[in-house]
């Protein structure tokens, strides 16, 4: 039988059957495919987001440090981070970086809040919609809460310019910082309290410090020991801030008697000569430490600042409280530093913790130097400037006046303020919380020192200027050739 004469269903069947065949090969081929890919997105969305997103921001703002991984890692109840704004309306790197933190504990949940939606959610929590920005962060437990406003997280400082009267603006991101501890405070059920001694004229500590003392959850108070017969039980720590009298010996014997029983000391002293603050200074001797002669000259152009060798940026010896410092590359200043040394009879154990460089000199009669040139009769180094030291309780002593004036500790990027905090964390068994700096969106200032200052000078007015005119000198000589 031809072609023809078969039946139409044989001849439909010999022409599309092939095509059939082949077709379904392809359909369940696809099908395979497609279940592939539904199963492999379903396990990469069970993947944390550390996993399936990678931090390309220039200052990896979204990389959660050490010191949060420990926090969380420690916690045990559970903290809601409600993140407070319109439906649709979440910003998107506070979101991944509230991702990050839900990854790293099964005792953290992030969800959000539209406050227009559920009006009640904020009278629960007694916030205020008008003062309200979007986007804050609301951390909860069970016992306690803290909001974390949005310009927490971003935060903006204005500076004038006087000369010129227009205001500049840098921009940090500080939700690493603001969060970690928001979690820290409502995670713990004993928070420190600091103590600042007054009294005896001493400097108060800027507000931002104060700030840095709350957000670092330490209670904050003055303290008057005139009339006390002891320290406080709950003092994690006592502030001696620049006093400029000297204590009565009662005051003395109190805090001798309190750093014995291990308690912990802050002491930050500036110019005084060896014999103005006796009182004062028996209680450094009783840990091992006392006061020496003069005013500190930085002779390394490396370790000070520019036209100024008596604002030390000395070494920092590998510590608790500096190791992040150092770490992260930020220096701590000390302006007019007196040395620091142990006495004969110490039985304290003693960290030398910022030091000069061997080219340091001092000037012994500093009240009437005329030079900061090396003289005859100068003290050589090297000196210390700060040091901890440690019998029964723990003292920390930096020489220097102004160390944590505002001022001086932005010449610095805040590693000043960073070395207080960083010390009141570790006296206060907090060593977790030590040291998350904020990380910023603008252009990063830089602390250069005289000898960076006096190259770049060289290579900026000198040797880019002539390599420019070099290369014009060839490029005119060859077009003159041709």
């Not at 990854?103 to 009006?119: A, E, M, R, Y």
Request: aromatic share 8%; hydrophobic share 40%.
């Amino acid at each position: 039988m031809n072609k023809q004469n078969k039946p139409l269903g044989q001849r439909v069947k010999a022409m599309f059957g092939g095509r059939f065949r082949a077709g379904s090969y392809s359909v369940a081929a696809a099908a395979i495919v497609v279940a592939i890919a539904i199963f492999l997105n379903l396990i990469v969305g069970s993947l944390p987001s550390t996993m399936t997103e990678i931090d390309m921001t220039a200052n990896s703002i979204y990389a959660l440090s050490d010191q949060t991984k420990r926090i969380a890692a420690s916690l045990d109840k559970d903290v809601t981070l409600y993140i407070i704004c319109n439906q649709g309306n979440e910003d998107d790197t506070i979101q991944r970086l509230l991702n990050r933190y839900a990854d790293l504990s099964s005792h953290i949940k992030v969800t959000s809040v539209d406050p227009t939606s559920d009006p009640t959610f904020l009278t629960k929590y007694e916030l205020d919609i008008n003062q309200l920005y979007e986007n804050s962060v609301l951390v909860v437990s069970d016992s306690k809460n803290r909001l974390v406003g949005y310009d927490e997280i971003f935060v903006t400082e204005y500076s004038m310019d006087y000369y010129s009267y227009n205001y500049t603006t840098t921009t940090t991101f500080d939700g690493e910082n603001a969060l970690t501890n928001a979690i820290h405070y409502v995670a713990s059920d004993n928070l420190p309290k600091v103590y600042t001694l007054t009294g005896h004229g001493e400097e108060a500590l800027s507000d931002s410090i104060k700030a840095m003392l709350e957000q670092d959850n330490f209670e904050y108070e003055d303290l008057s020991i005139l009339t006390a017969e002891a320290l406080p039980e709950d003092a994690a720590a006592v502030v001696i801030h620049q006093p400029a009298t000297d204590l009565n010996e009662d005051e003395a014997t109190l805090l001798t008697t309190y750093l014995a029983n291990g308690g912990n000391v802050v002491l930050v002293t500036g110019y005084m000569s060896v014999d103005s603050m006796p009182n004062l200074l028996s209680v450094t001797r009783a840990m091992g430490l006392e006061l020496g002669e003069g005013i500190v000259i930085e002779g390394d152009r490396n370790m000070r600042l520019t036209r100024y060798p008596y604002y030390i940026l000395p070494d920092a010896a590998s510590h608790d409280v500096t190791d992040s410092i150092v770490n992260a590359g930020y220096y701590i200043l000390s302006p007019l530093a007196q040395p620091i040394v142990e006495t004969a009879d110490s039985t304290a154990s003693v960290t030398w913790l910022l030091s000069t460089s061997d080219s340091a000199y001092a000037k012994v009669d500093a009240l009437n130097m005329t030079t900061t040139s090396k003289e005859d009769g100068d003290a050589d180094g090297p000196f210390n400037v700060g040091a901890i030291a440690e019998n029964g309780g723990k003292l920390l002593w930096l020489t220097g006046d102004g160390i944590f004036d505002e001022y001086i500790d932005s010449a610095v990027s805040g590693g000043n303020s960073n070395l207080l905090l960083n010390t009141l964390n570790w006296m206060g068994g907090q060593e977790e919380s030590i040291s998350i700096r904020a990380k910023s969106l603008d252009e990063t200032g830089l602390s250069v020192t005289e000898s960076e200052s006096g190259f770049w000078s060289v290579v900026m007015i000198g040797v880019i200027p002539a390599a420019l005119v070099a290369i014009g000198i060839i490029i005119w000589a060859r077009r003159k050739r041709r």
